[in-house]
């Protein structure tokens, strides 16, 4: 019944018998007949071919969800038999954002290849919810984030921790006299400059530049306006850290960043760095997995590097 199930996933994928048969390399008769047949011993329509594209009946959609479990176990049980042969010659998928991709993620793999040299990897960015989506099927093997996870088939190791600053054009921080109670970047690089918490609502009618609330960093920054019982003059409202950091330093607004991203950047002389308290700055960068699927040796050594835990 599942034998040439990769032509029903193609014919879904694609959207069409006539895409998925040059995908397949195969001609749209043979494509056709294929899927009939496998219909036949279904006993019911896979697909509605009435619609365009063309869609899946409800026999179609359990059909398909089958098949796709069969193939993640079979992926599973063909990186456990290539472990067993290549022990950890292997090839790992790390998920970030573009922030972890850029900042983060190749620190990651440039010390891991000191020990492993021989394992390669591929980077796919996404956002957070499209990220884990891509662990939830297979397509990455690990996610490298600071999400918060209430999933329990989400299994998270924790690599650092980082904590979150305001940043400030120098400009609003003297005009608010506060400029003092800030640090510089060499401040913050050094770990010798830490301050008390400057209180928010001196920046009240000044404008910010926030994340939206997908964002663990928008999250938090809206968890700061309500503690300090602020209606913040939002500017913009922007999808990437690095966006909203970079407009900062134009002078534009206030924004929030990492220490993770503060340190990767050339020292800027027109932010000034303000600390936060610590139950909103305080957060952590995990490397997460997928409780049921295959974790291959490559991926358990990647793990035990970065994190210090044995998976």
Do not use: W
């Amino acid at each position: 019944m599942f034998k040439n199930k990769e032509y029903v996933l193609a014919v879904y994928k694609e959207g069409s018998f006539t895409r998925a048969a040059e995908k397949l390399y195969v001609s749209q008769p043979s494509l056709s007949a294929t899927v009939r047949r496998i219909e036949e011993k279904v006993g019911a329509p896979i697909f509605d071919r009435s619609t365009s594209p063309i869609t899946l009946t409800d026999v179609g959609r359990e059909y398909l969800c089958c098949a796709e479990e069969i193939e993640r176990r079979e992926a599973g049980f063909t990186r456990y038999i290539d472990d067993r042969k290549s022990l950890l010659a292997g090839h790992i998928r790390l998920g970030g954002s573009s922030f972890f991709s850029s900042f983060v993620i190749p620190g990651m793999i440039s010390d891991f290849n000191e020990l492993y040299p021989s394992i390669s990897f591929d980077i796919v960015e996404d956002s957070t919810k499209g990220l884990f989506a891509k662990l939830g099927t297979g397509e990455v093997d690990l996610v490298i984030d600071n999400a918060a996870v209430a999933d329990g088939e989400i299994i998270s190791e924790r690599y650092k921790t980082e904590r979150l600053l305001l940043c400030v054009p120098r400009r609003i921080a003297e005009a608010r006299g506060v400029a003092h109670l800030g640090m510089s970047h060499a401040e913050v690089r050094s770990g010798e400059g830490r301050r008390e918490p400057i209180d928010l609502s001196l920046f009240r009618s000044d404008p910010f530049i926030v994340l939206r609330h997908e964002n663990d960093t928008g999250r938090r920054a809206e968890a700061l306006f309500r503690a300090y019982s602020i209606e913040p003059r939002i500017i913009l409202t922007l999808d990437q850290q690095l966006t909203a950091y970079n407009i900062s330093a134009s002078g534009m607004g206030i924004s929030f960043a990492s220490d993770t991203l503060i340190l990767s950047m050339q020292e800027s002389g027109d932010l000034i760095y303000f600390e936060l308290p610590e139950a909103f700055a305080k957060r952590s960068i995990y490397v997460y997995r997928k409780r049921s699927h295959y974790l291959p040796l490559a991926s358990r050594a990647f793990i035990e590097r970065t994190t210090g835990n044995t998976p």
